[in-house]
T-cell receptor
Framework: DQQVKQNSPSLSVQEGRISILNCDYTNSMFDYFLWYKKYPAEGPTFLISISSIKDKNEDGRFTVFLNKSAKHLSLHIVPSQPGDSAVYFCAASGDNAGNMLTFGGGTRLMVKP | DAMVIQNPRYQVTQFGKPVTLSCSQTLNHNVMYWYQQKSSQAPKLLFHYYDKDFNNEADTPDNFQSRRPNTSFCFLDIRSPGLGDAAMYLC???????????FGSGTRLTVV
């Protein structure tokens, strides 16, 4: 029973365009959401997070949107760069502190020059 | 730089031969986690330590054990590795109540 789902295993985008990565969750107790980026042969690195009291959080080229009623969040990358090519994991936590994370299966983003 | 270090990066072990993976941190975080990640799948939590308190996930096989001798170190012991245990093993830490994990680079385990 996957509580966090990333339904697109891969996404290909042209450099300079917007990348939109999606994530759905089923557990209504989740109240803190994070995105991690993972390069091959490296551990995931934290990218951006959002608390359930917000519906948007922005950090430079990265914006995360949260739709609690739909149990859906998305990560927007604008403009996309070739260095953004990586696997992106959505994660959720129920303790409002980002501990005890449940991960999605990841989406592989390829940004073409 | 404060960080989470996993050794070795790549480990090859024989079927049934015990193997230990190690993780160390310089962040002084209370919580340490071990995740197993198989290809194209979500990282799966095996267990975590909250300080010295050990918490095992219900579906973690008995074949997997862990030790945390002090704040800085945590070990994953696989007593009798099977072919299905081949995976990337990720160690992570987090500070209590402040959120956010810091991951190590992982150890890729191959069972032959």
């Amino acid at each position: 029973d996957q509580q966090v789902k990333q339904n697109s295993p891969s996404l290909s985008v042209q450099e300079g365009r917007i990348s939109i990565l999606n994530c759905d969750y089923t557990n209504s107790m989740f109240d803190y959401f994070l995105w991690y980026k993972k390069y091959p042969a490296e551990g995931p690195t934290f990218l951006i997070s959002i608390s359930s009291i917000k519906d948007k959080n922005e950090d430079g080229r990265f914006t995360v949107f949260l739709n609690k009623s739909a149990k859906h969040l998305s990560l927007h990358i604008v403009p996309s760069q070739p260095g953004d090519s990586a696997v992106y994991f959505c994660a959720a936590s129920g303790d409002n502190a980002g501990n005890m994370l449940t991960f999605g299966g990841g989406t592989r983003l390829m940004v073409k020059p | 730089d404060a960080m989470v270090i996993q050794n070795p990066r790549y480990q090859v072990t024989q079927f049934g031969k015990p193997v230990t993976l190690s993780c160390s941190q310089t962040l002084n975080h209370n919580v340490m986690y071990w995740y197993q990640q198989k290809s194209s799948q979500a990282p799966k939590l095996l267990f975590h330590y909250y300080d010295k308190d050990f918490n095992n996930e219900a579906d973690t096989p008995d074949n997997f054990q862990s030790r945390r001798p002090n704040t800085s170190f945590c070990f994953l012991d696989i007593r009798s590795p099977g072919l299905g245990d081949a995976a990337m093993y990720l160690c992570a830490t987090s500070p209590t109540g402040l959120g956010g994990y810091t991951f190590g680079s992982g150890t890729r385990l191959t069972v032959v």
